[in-house]
């Protein structure tokens, strides 16, 4: 285990772990659906389950703030589409959900560093933990 992962709050580390094993059961899936995925079909399909621990964009009905937001981007999505998203993160931890959303798991299938360079200080200025979990990939901690 990667040390920074030692600080993350439980429930995060599961979501981590559990979004390996559900790209372990999708392996067979990949070649036919994945990389027609938009952040949507990611949430509705693979993140199926657990849309109740934790807060979803895009998402559907708004529920009650969580510890956790995952934040998806499928491989259909523009550079546009990923911005948005990172922008509604921000507003999600600093505005809606403020002092309750401390890990914020940017689930892709792509990405896009110069975006995170733009936007990324505003995260660690709140002090919220942001990670990037790209599909078949380990988990890294965005600065």
Known sequence: MRKWLAGIPDETRELLDWLDGKEEDAEDEWGRTGPLRTGKTLIDGELQGISES?????????????????????????????????????????YHCKGTTRNVVFYVTWWNAQVWATYGKDFASLGVTCILKMRYARPQLLR
């Open 54 to 94: 934790v807060n979803t964009i895009p998402s559907g009905v708004p529920g009650p703030c969580r510890r956790t937001l995952v934040v998806a981007v499928g491989a259909s999505d523009s550079y546009e589409t990923l911005e948005n998203r990172v922008l509604q993160a921000f507003k999600h931890v600093s």
